[in-house]
């Protein structure tokens, strides 16, 4: 039965990774539902996550795969129960509509939505929050003439207390 899993990839920086990693999913023919790229809480460290559909056998195939590649240092995989995740929506509209009392004002205030600059032209307004939380505001704030909308990837925390630096400390100990 497939699931929504959250992979944690950790990696040293390093040209053509992202590429060599997303290759493993598609040569499974596995969708990735949403991919992020950063620094992570070591320096020297990026940390790639990717959200994906799949059995539970499948996850555990392509973690074994990823942690093959060289320059990646550890990968794990957790269910949506154990991670704290947020995704982060820009919303787009004319600024007519900001100003117009209503509708608009009554959404920001509903949703917590931050504006993060109004020019003559239009309002962009930023939300964090869920997939489900950002579609709804997407589908309230239509009518008002969305101009453009874009919406990151998943950022992703683990609930797990077992972090990067104790993986690496054990390998480095024969632990694992």
């Given amino acids: 039965m497939n699931q929504t899993y959250n992979i944690s990839i950790f990696t040293e920086n390093t040209v053509g990774m992202l590429n060599r990693i997303t290759i493993i ?40 795969q990823i942690e093959k590649q060289v320059e990646v240092l550890k990968a794990f995989y957790h269910t949506d129960d154990e991670v704290v995740y947020q995704e982060i929506a820009l919303f787009k509209i004319p600024t007519e509509y900001f100003i117009q009392e209503g509708g608009v004002e009554r959404t920001i ?13 239009f309002v962009v307004l930023e939300k964090t929050g869920r997939p489900e939380e950002l579609k709804l505001l997407f589908n309230e ?29 054990d390998l480095k100990a024969g632990i694992l």
């Avoid at 596995?30 to 790229?37: G, Q």
């Avoid at 205030?109 to 032209?121: G, P, S, Y």
Wanted: glycine share 4%.
């Fill in 25 to 64: 999913f598609t040569r499974r023919h596995i969708n990735i539902e949403s991919i992020t790229a950063s620094q992570s809480e070591m320096d020297g460290v990026h940390r790639y996550t990717i959200v994906v559909n799949i059995s539970h056998e499948l996850v555990q195939k392509v973690v074994a």
């Fill in 109 to 121: 205030r509903a949703h917590h939505i931050r504006v993060l600059t109004m020019e003559k032209e």
């Fill in 141 to 169: 704030l239509k009518p008002y003439g969305l101009l453009e909308f874009v919406r990151s990837g998943r950022v992703a925390i683990t609930k797990p207390m077992k972090t990067l630096v104790d993986h690496i400390s």
